[in-house]
């Protein structure tokens, strides 16, 4: 027995199944076949082993850079029509080790926390357009939220006509990539075929050429006056040498760029959109989360946000209920592994479900109901709780996304008293390559603007 089960529908049934209702297809496959299952949703509608026990994923996750499992960036072409072939997401061995040591400082640490009070003000910034307005939909606020201050983190800047130009077209292009029918231009490349700017593709194709126009511009400005007092992504990358004293190229460095500003922002947006349905959903979480801040009388430091336990529970039972990412990235076997009872040949491409891992009920009893209470009553190991994957493809920017969640919530929480436009229930849905809710009006109540003291306009962190 080479292969778990499966469902035995035609591959192209799986596909679509798996684009248009994910959840359904990840439960429905689990409650007939349990676990492990095989789907046929790999490239060009081949098989992927999906594990969700704690003791598999942990097997596959702390040994995919070993004799058993290797992580290589081929297995991730899905993302090169929006992140260029030489993404970090789509490097392999030591190139993409070396990229990731690259990445990664500028999201952890101290450099992290600087951009702590530059969020706050985004945040208000973002907030001041409800003033006045009677409902607002929530998605888009959150985007222009972490749109900003991914561009800010990135490229060092938050205005002016070019960053302008590229928070819309990055927003458009997400946009019309997110729907079911436009993702499955992502999965079936002879779709992509440019019948001109009205068709999917030859739209998409048009918004990435202006993108990239955008950023080619700031990449050859940057060469021509360099500043080497800057400390932005885009002076650290375009200043990094490999071991042959070599430059990244252009093209390199505009993969690196789209890579982070849009993985960085898309993902975080949604994972805020869906913390504020739940605060709302349920007025006992909001409370216990204003309780918190009170108690901190009025000060909004960010080092202190990052640390109250009953934040950190609500972002993390948000993370857990309805993971953004829904899989972690492919890993292939590269000899016999024996695992959970299968052999599984050379070459078996398998995938860690983080959606029905945190959706044990072994492990998370009532694991559908919203309960933050679970992480403040038991530590779960990263094999039971992966909302950022693990192992060497782990999330760049996990502890960023964590940090910005965290004080978006408070800032929000602590200026407005919001309620949901309606009691319709909210769905997860498909977004593009990735999961969130189905689009939600949010009503404004109450502005109860916090002392600017808290929030200063003079502080924004130059980055
Ligand atoms: C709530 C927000 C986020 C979630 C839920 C999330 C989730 C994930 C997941 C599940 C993976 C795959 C890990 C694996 O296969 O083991 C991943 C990879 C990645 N994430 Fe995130 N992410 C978030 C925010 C961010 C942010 C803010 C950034 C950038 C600043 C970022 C950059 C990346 C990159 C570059 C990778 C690929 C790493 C590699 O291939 O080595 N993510 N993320």
Not at 41 to 55: A, D
Not at 91 to 101: F, I
Not at 290 to 303: C, Q, T
Not at 360 to 384: A, C, H, I, N, Q
Request: proline residues 7%.
């Amino acid at each position: 027995m080479s292969l778990p089960d499966g469902p035995k529908s035609p591959s192209i049934w799986q596909m679509l199944h798996w684009i248009t209702m994910p959840f359904p297809f990840m439960r429905g496959c689990s409650d007939r076949y349990g676990d492990p299952f095989t789907a046929n949703i790999g490239e060009k509608l081949s098989p992927v082993v999906f594990f969700s026990n704690p003791q598999a994923i942990q097997v596959i996750l702390t040994s995919d850079d070993s004799e058993l499992f290797d992580s290589p960036g081929e297995l991730n072409a899905l993302f090169e029509p929006f992140l260029g072939s030489q993404s970090v997401i789509g490097l392999s061995g030591d190139r993409h080790r070396r990229m990731r040591q690259l990445l990664m400082p500028p999201f952890h640490g101290e450099r992290m926390r600087s951009y702590g009070q530059l969020i706050l003000n985004i945040t208000e910034e973002v907030m001041s357009q409800w003033v006045g307005r009677k409902t607002f939909s929530v998605r888009p606020s959150m985007q222009r939220i972490s749109m900003r201050v991914i561009l800010r983190a990135v490229f060092g800047l938050n205005e002016g006509a070019r960053y302008q130009r590229l928070e819309r077209l990055l927003g458009a292009m997400l946009d019309r990539m997110s729907k079911p029918l436009s993702v499955s231009l992502l999965y079936f490349p002879m779709l992509r075929q440019d019948f001109g700017p009205l068709s999917p593709w030859g739209s998409f194709v048009r918004v990435r050429q202006q993108i990239d126009q955008l950023i080619y511009d700031e990449i050859a400005e940057r060469r021509s006056h360099p500043d080497a007092s800057r400390n932005d992504i885009l002076t650290l990358l375009m200043s990094a040498r490999d071991e042959a004293g070599e430059a990244l190229t252009d093209a390199e460095l505009r993969d690196e760029l789209m890579t982070l500003l849009l993985v960085g922002h898309e993902t975080t947006a949604t994972a805020l959109t869906w913390a504020l349905y739940w605060i709302h959903k349920f007025p006992t979480v909001r409370e216990q989360l204003l309780k918190e801040l009170r108690a901190l009388d009025g000060s909004l430091d960010p080092s202190v946000l990052f640390r109250l336990p009953y934040l950190n529970a609500v972002c993390c039972e948000t993370l857990r209920i309805y993971p953004v990412g829904m899989l972690t990235f492919s890993r292939v076997t590269k000899s016999r592994v024996e695992l959970m009872g299968f052999s599984l040949e050379p070459g078996t491409v398998v995938v860690g479900c983080i959606y029905l891992a945190h959706h044990r009920t072994d492990v998370y009893p009532d694991p559908d109901e919203f309960r933050p209470e679970r992480f403040l009553e038991r530590r779960y190991s990263p094999f039971e709780y992966l909302p950022f994957g693990g192992g060497v493809r782990r999330c760049i920017g996990m502890a960023f996304a964590q940090f910005e969640m965290k004080l978006v919530i408070s800032g929000i929480l602590s200026n407005f008293e919001l309620a949901l436009a309606d009691s319709r229930s909210v769905r997860p849905v498909r977004r593009g390559l990735t999961a969130g809710p189905s689009p939600f009006r949010m009503v404004v109540k109450e502005h109860r603007p916090s002392r600017p003291a808290q929030i200063r306009q003079d502080s924004l962190i130059n980055s």
